[in-house]
């Protein structure tokens, strides 16, 4: 029905289009009136871009911290461009009727009278492959035009058949992001299940996507077990690309559950304008950090790049008795030649968390009422609970021409992760807050190393257009823990008025875990993509064999046993069509496969390894491009196999992998500038998810636990006219009630959180300086957040952020 009402929107919009392009074109020969002010050349341009009636996309950093003397008075299109460059080394090229692009300027001096431009580029056709280059940023900067969506390479959102978008390194920087949650804020089919910077012991930064969880880890660089586990800050990232629904043939298998979407961080690289770029941090109610960003090229035509980042950050956090401490390294080297292309990329990142709370949440006794939830500033844990991670990875990547059509790739990495924790699980037993606090000590180690080949290319069959990937891929994941020392202590507590007790004895404990797990994944796929009608049209087909093995070890002989070895096929299909250039409709099918759940503590069958999760989703939506304001409609269908606990005849507990979760939803995202100084960013999602397999039956058709229905988050930016270089900014996140267990029984209810900035860019004392202030959870509203299983999660307590940056 979507695809129907898309098309004959398409239909409608032709006779539109073509009396807007006739228009435009007898514009562009005219002159109008502007009044731009003086100020920060990328909103200017914007500002311009919006009143003219035209597109301009290029690179954040090609007009960042630059500016213009703005612009007054009658002009046409290319003298206002002129105008508002002038002094910039660059100038503005059509490359369609009324879609304009930032290029070097062929002189160094720019007039208003004698500009030397670029011959008209008449463009037939987009880039085929991707290679190394990003999609550049869309109106606004918040979001780029595409992103990498696996085997397919990069592509253009409104060329791409499944819901994606690409947050970019300015929005980062501008919303002073230290982790990926903080990112995902902005995308209402994303939730935060716990905060890995502030609240979570172990648990990480952990998400849910269309309903569905996502845990510990994501792609770096489009490569699975190279980004550290827990919490990664996104100071060191250009993108953080989402990509919606199970993706088993485009990324391969993840080593953990991704049934919901992909999160994939692209790593920085050296511009070709060297960057010495220094920010100062602070985050209530003692947190000081610092980033130091360099990046610079080499060569005779800067075909070396180096690109370092360094992050530290220490104090105490906006919850009392908490502190945290975290640094990280990375160093990012690449080559870009006429056929080679390379990079390699290393990272160190070190956290230690003080007075965490909880394993990131709070049991809940399934006996009882929800109560109410503790305020997120007061002090939980005890004093001497902590959670210490140590992550170090690289990863080297190689691409080579053999043909201007035909490219072989590879890759290699390795990602090492050390975790320690001293802290309890904290089970909530009455209304009162009244809980037992189990004490655990539970050092945990992951090791992956990862390898993969391939080849892409294109050609042609009469006139049908054929992309292709071939790509073989192996991963190795090596896990070891020790659960002997969960629950060698325990004490009562109260989740408001924490009892304090001293710290239990360790003697005796090792710090170096046995192995006791690894779990190997070799695959092979192939796709290709068949476009006609001048790519107006375009269908793909694609498959990956993937085998799942898992070895389970003996931790004290050290044997392997091996309890899962399978292979199965992932197929997708997917289809765009395209009845007017910024107009697309899409469908598709595509099959993921997730790591097998594990039966918990406390279950008769405790650590028994389940078969990979095949999950199947259907999809269909429409994207349409205004020029400086896009918006994607999404409608899903994700059906997935699910676990649960069965009650025995003697009260003990079984875990069985034998239920299913069909989640369908949809999604408006939008994005850009609906009016210039104006920027909007977020959206609505709504989730239907339905338990349709369960234990007899009982609970078949009750809605899924920890799935709001409804999910909002809306942001927006404005430019103050009148005061150069000041924006200020709001954001509201939003989602519904949700239940907490298989009956329906309980559910905690729905929350808002509001957040509030400003920031201020100024060339004043001769460097570019940026300054910015923002509060998180204004109000200081206390919720839960959402849950998992029997496990509440609190939201963030009220958060100030501020931070200074200046480029030399």
Do not use: C
């Not at 009162?432 to 992956?448: I, K, L, R, S």
């Not at 046995?514 to 793909?540: H, Y």
Request: charged content about 20%.
């Amino acid at each position: 029905m979507s695809g129907l009402l898309a098309t004959a929107m398409g239909i409608a919009m032709l006779p539109l289009s073509a009396h807007f392009s006739l228009a435009l074109a007898a514009e562009n020969e005219a002159s109008r009136g502007y009044d731009i002010p003086a100020g920060a050349l990328d909103k200017a341009l914007s500002h311009f871009a919006g009143e003219a009636g035209v597109v301009l996309s290029f690179e954040a950093d090609q007009a960042k911290h630059l500016v213009t003397r703005g612009l007054k008075g009658n002009y046409t299109i290319q003298q206002g461009f002129e105008l508002l460059l002038q002094g910039s080394k660059l100038q503005a090229v059509e490359v369609q009727a009324g879609r304009y692009t930032l290029k070097k300027s062929a002189t160094n001096a720019v007039s208003s009278e004698t500009v030397e431009t670029l011959p008209e580029v008449k463009v037939t056709a987009k880039t085929d492959q991707a290679k190394s280059e990003l999609m550049p940023a869309y109106a606004g900067g918040q979001v780029a035009r595409g992103s990498r969506v696996g085997l397919l390479g990069n592509k253009e959102i409104i060329d791409t058949p499944f819901n994606i978008t690409s947050y970019t390194s300015q929005l980062i920087e501008d919303q002073q992001a230290i982790t990926a949650a903080d990112v995902l804020a902005n995308d209402p089919s994303v939730r935060t299940i716990s905060y890995g910077l502030t609240n979570a012991a172990g648990a990480g930064d952990s998400f849910m996507i269309r309903g569905f969880p996502i845990q510990n880890g994501m792609l770096f660089d489009g490569i699975y077990g190279i980004a550290p586990n827990r919490t990664l800050p996104v100071e060191t990232a250009e993108r953080i690309e989402v990509l919606k629904g199970p993706s088993a043939l485009l990324n391969g298998m993840a080593p953990y559950d991704s049934a919901g979407g992909a999160i994939n961080m692209v790593p920085k690289r050296a511009g070709d304008k060297p960057l010495t770029r220094l920010t100062a941090t602070y985050m209530s109610k003692g947190v000081f950090g610092g980033h130091l960003d360099i990046g610079r090229r080499f060569g005779e035509e800067n075909e070396w790049g180096v690109r370092f980042n360094g992050v530290y950050r220490n104090g105490k956090t906006a919850t009392d008795g908490q502190s945290i401490e975290l640094g990280a390294a990375t160093i990012g080297i690449d080559y870009r030649g006429n056929k080679l292309r390379a990079s390699l990329d290393a990272g160190h990142q070190t956290m230690n968390n003080e007075a965490p709370q909880g394993a990131g949440g709070l049991g809940i006794a399934d006996t009882i009422a929800i109560p109410r939830p503790p305020s997120a500033t007061k002090q939980i844990a005890q004093d001497w609970e902590y959670a210490k991670t140590r992550s170090d990875y690289f990863l080297t990547k190689l691409e080579f021409d053999i043909h201007p059509d035909w490219t072989l790739y590879g890759a290699l990495g390795e990602g090492n992760n050390r975790f320690q924790y001293l802290s309890t699980d904290i089970y909530v037993t009455d209304a009162q807050g009244n809980a037992q606090a189990t004490v655990y000590y539970w050092p945990d180690y992951w090791n992956y190393k990862t390898v993969q080949a391939g080849l892409r290319g294109l050609f042609h069959t009469g006139e049908v257009k054929h992309q292709i990937n071939l790509n073989a891929s192996y991963l190795k994941q090596t896990h070891g823990f020790t659960a002997a020392y969960y629950g060698f202590t325990s004490f009562n507590t109260n989740i408001y008025d924490a009892a304090s007790v001293d710290q239990p004895s360790l003697a005796g404990f090792s710090s170096n875990p046995p192995k006791t797990d690894s779990l190997q994944l070799p695959s092979v796929a192939f796709a290709d993509t068949i476009s006609f009608m001048d790519e107006r049209v375009a269908v793909t087909l694609g498959v990956r064999h993937q085998t799942v093995k898992v070895i389970t070890y003996d931790t004290s002989t050290g044997g392997g046993t091996t309890s899962y070895d399978k292979s199965a096929l992932t197929p997708m299909l997917a289809l765009l069509v395209k009845p007017m250039q910024n107009f697309s409709i899409y469908g598709n099918y595509i099959e993921g496969l997730s790591k097998g759940d594990t039966a918990s503590p406390g279950t008769t069958n405790a650590g028994q390894v389940f078969a990979p999760f095949q999950t199947k989703q259907y999809e269909v939506g429409a994207k349409y491009d205004f020029g400086r304001f896009s918006t994607t409609l999404s409608l899903f269908q994700i059906e997935k196999p699910s676990g649960f606990s069965v009650i025995n005849a003697d009260l003990t507990r079984t875990y069985k992998v034998d239920g299913e979760q069909r989640n369908r939803g949809v999604e408006l995202n939008v994005f850009g500038e609906v009016i210039p100084d104006v920027r909007l960013l977020g959206g609505v999602a709504y989730i239907d998810a339905r338990q349709t397999h369960t234990e007899g039956g009982l609970n078949d058709g009750n809605y899924a636990p920890n799935v709001s229905k409804w999910q909002l988050n809306l942001g927006t930016e404005y430019d103050v006219r009148g005061l150069s270089g000041v924006t200020l900014t709001a954001r509201m996140i939003s989602s519904s009630a949700q239940y907490i267990d298989a009956t329906n029984t309980y559910s905690i209810p729905g929350w808002t959180r509001w957040d509030v900035g400003g920031r201020y860019k100024t060339n004043s004392w001769g460097k570019p300086v940026t300054l910015r202030a923002g509060i998180e959870n204004l109000f200081g509203h206390e919720y839960w957040v959402s849950g998992s299983g029997s496990w509440l999660y609190l939201g963030k307590p009220r958060l100030l952020n501020l931070s200074a940056t200046i480029d030399f």
